[in-house]
């Protein structure tokens, strides 16, 4: 129902990084929002004002907003616009699953049978083109009273409430203007391009934006390994690169690779609905590989000093995909540890706050210590970009270094992965 002040009533089905965020900052910028999940453990913190995922600015505002969070899908019948925000996780194929976003489409479509007037479903999850046609719009089996679009987001962890309120473009995929002109006028007051077009090329600007992140990354990576074979340093050179506007500066940090819930995923998915339709994707499949060979390397340089790993003990600064995040979906750190044990070696970590969940995938074989304890190890490899990592004492250790932490070149024996 619209509120008098022009604000809509939204509901968003899936309270993850995306929808949490979602959730929250419709709230702030003053609509009304019921959050849905069907975890009644998240849906209980929310509703306590306590954020259930470590995402600073989200904490923050979550306290600011009056978010109603609840498991009963039915709430979803006395708001304007439910966005779909579920996960699209990967299967062992490269595609994407899609029961999260596919099973509350049904439970809404349920829902919507008894809605009185119009009703518009947004599909904010990242898929493969197609997918909102194929899959989305047959399970709504909607009528001319509920409107289909595509919006896809473009949220980083760690910055994902400054990235909403502040988004560099507003993508829209419609069928009909009626509904996009709907979405258009929720984001009307955000100071950004709104880019309206079709379902499949709104969810292909997402695919391909997260693909081209992940190249720019191998593309400096390899980069890096050329460089540190000729003896330069490839962050001058990144630095000069940047300097040209047609490149810029972002997303040219060499150093173990991309790591996270969906850059690795995105693009295996490109990959593989690329391969659906005949294609070959080249370029792609050659992003990771590259991504895949960076710990690799990390192993070969720690071998250059300590040849025999089996008995030996080696410390892990950092266990997070990326700095200031808990998550360590698809971090560095497992492959690496992971390698590191099968050759004998073993492992002690510390991160900032990633500990309690590396804790889930190695509850034993990893010792978990302090930074110090770390640093005493047989040498150390740090593969998270924590700030704090350059207060860290590191004379007389051997450090392999991942991320470019400057402290760390004081080490008796310094290493980076591609400088
Ligand atoms: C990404 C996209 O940026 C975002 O738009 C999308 O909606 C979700 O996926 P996120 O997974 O939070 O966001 O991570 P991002 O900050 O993009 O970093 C991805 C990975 O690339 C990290 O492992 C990071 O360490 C690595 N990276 C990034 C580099 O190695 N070098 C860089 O220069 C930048």
């Known amino acids: 129902m619209t509120r008098t002040n022009g604000k809509k009533t939204i509901s968003v089905i899936g309270l993850g990084v995306v929808g949490l965020t979602t959730a929250v900052g419709f709230a702030l910028k003053g609509h009304k929002v019921i959050g849905i999940d069907i975890d009644p453990e998240k849906v209980r913190k929310i509703n306590e004002g306590t954020c259930p995922i470590f995402e600073e600015g989200l904490s923050c505002a979550l306290k600011e907003v009056n978010l109603i969070a609840t498991a009963d899908h039915r709430q979803a019948l006395d708001t304007d616009i439910t966005f779909l925000c579920g996960g699209t996780p990967p299967k062992a194929d490269g595609s994407i699953d899609l029961f999260f976003l596919e099973e509350p489409a049904k439970q809404l479509r349920a829902v919507l049978k008894e809605k009185i007037g119009d009703h518009l479903v947004v599909v904010r999850s990242t898929v493969v083109p197609g997918t909102t046609e ?18 896809p987001e473009f949220l980083r962890e760690g910055t994902a409430v400054e990235d909403f309120m502040k988004p560099s473009r507003i993508v829209i995929g419609e069928k009909e203007n009626k509904w996009g002109d709907m979405l258009a006028d929720v984001y009307k007051d955000y100071n950004a391009p709104i880019m309206r077009t079709d379902f499949s090329t709104a969810e292909m600007i997402k695919q391909a934006s997260n693909a081209y992140l992940a190249t720019r990354v191998s593309f400096i990576n390899e980069i890096g390994n050329i460089c540190k074979s000729m003896g330069m340093d490839v962050y001058e050179v990144a630095k000069g690169m940047g300097l040209d506007a047609r490149i810029g500066k972002d997303y040219l940090n060499a150093g173990i690779g991309f790591g996270g819930f969906c850059l690795p995923k995105d693009l295996s998915a490109l990959i593989s609905s690329a391969k659906d339709a005949n294609y070959r994707a080249g370029i792609l499949e050659e992003v990771q590989r590259l991504n895949i060979n960076q710990p690799v390397r990390m192993l070969t340089l720690l071998k250059k000093h300590i040849p025999v790993l ?42 900032p706050q990633a500990m309690p969940n590396f804790r889930k995938v190695f509850p034993d074989s990893v010792k978990y210590a302090t930074a110090d304890e770390v640093l005493n190890a047989d040498a150390v490899m740090i593969l998270t970009e924590w700030d704090e990592f350059n207060n860290l004492d590191y004379r007389g250790k051997i450090v392999i270094d991942g991320r470019r932490v400057l402290k760390a070149r004081e080490a008796r024996i310094y290493e980076g992965i591609c400088w």
């Open 310 to 351: 089996k008995g030996a003990t080696i410390g892990i600064l950092g266990l997070a995909f990326k700095a200031d995040t808990d998550d360590i979906r698809k971090s560095k750190a497992i492959e690496i540890i992971h390698a590191l044990q099968e050759e004998g070696a073993k492992v002690t970590a510390y991160d």
């Open 134 to 151: 194929k899959v989305i719009v047959p399970v709504l089996n909607h009528n001319e009273h509920v409107g289909i679009c595509v919006n």
